[in-house]
């Protein structure tokens, strides 16, 4: 009998050990993070813009493996949009990248901690601001850089099919993620996990309604799709600045309006 409880025993500790082990890696492909959750294709063109309004980057058409894109020619800019039609310069990595001291739903260091200095010090100041509220938000994922945006849309590809895929997750060199202005954000209500029902947590609610405040925009808004190119993230924040964010804000609109940028008839 105690041979059977000592053998019983040892198989209860291997099988937490392997749900342990995996649970704890932090680079694990998301299927939705950020702009990740495509929508269908959409081409954009750059409408008339007073002289007042901040410039989201001025644009080239680009060659190669995204044939036909837009490149943006400057991508270091806060006001900078990439979508399905905008991409960024090939081989760019952003400046400054830095590690937000905010929480993460996980503690090693990993390149998705990092963000570019201004957004990851606003960044800061927004999980200060939640936390005074009462609202525990948990950072999830920022910079991603090319060569990882390839795998995971790849890994999207070879699961589920191009279609499919592309309704999930952004090529290479055109996701948001790769400027370095981007977090996706959680909270324990939803285990920590990139879903639309975050909007109906009170971390979600908050978000919506003091992002701005500290420069931040959801970049994806319910009933936007068809201007966006995606689906609605309630998770996904983006730094556009204080004074861009509020005003994007009060006109509930997106980059794309904001800026000028509609899909092509």
């Known amino acids: 009998m105690a041979a059977m409880r000592y053998s019983y025993v040892i198989h209860l500790v291997m099988v937490f050990l392997i749900i342990l082990a ?59 949009v990439v979508n399905k039609s905008r991409k960024l310069p090939d081989g760019y990595t952003p400046p400054d990248l830095v590690v937000p001291d905010v929480a993460f739903y996980f503690d090693e260091f990993h390149p998705k901690k990092q963000m570019r200095k201004e957004a990851a010090r606003e960044l800061e100041s ?71 029902d975050f909007n109906q947590t009170e971390e979600g609610a908050w978000l919506e309604q003091n992002a701005y405040r500290y420069g931040f925009v959801i970049r994806y808004p319910e009933g936007k799709t068809e201007i966006t190119g995606y689906s609605y993230e309630p998770w996904h924040l983006r730094y556009v600045g204080r004074d861009v964010a509020a005003d994007i804000h009060e006109q509930n609109e997106t980059l794309e309006e904001y800026f000028g940028f509609y899909p092509k008839e």
């Open 22 to 80: 995996g649970c704890s890696d932090p680079a694990g492909d998301e299927d939705r993070t950020g702009e990740d959750n495509d929508g269908h294709d959409t081409s954009l063109e750059k409408k008339e813009q007073g002289d007042e309004e901040p410039s989201a980057g001025e644009a080239s058409e680009g060659s190669g493996e995204n044939d036909g894109l837009i490149t943006v020619e400057e991508p270091a800019s806060t006001n900078v």
């Open 126 to 196: 927004l999980f200060q601001g939640a936390k005074e509220a009462g609202v525990d938000l948990v950072a999830a994922s920022g910079y991603r850089s090319y060569e990882r945006q390839k795998k995971i849309y790849q890994d999207n590809v070879d699961k589920r099919g191009k279609e499919e895929a592309n309704k999930v997750s952004a090529q290479p060199g055109t996701s948001e993620h790769q400027t370095g202005l981007a977090m996706d954000v959680s909270s324990a209500e939803v285990a920590f996990k990139l879903v639309e």
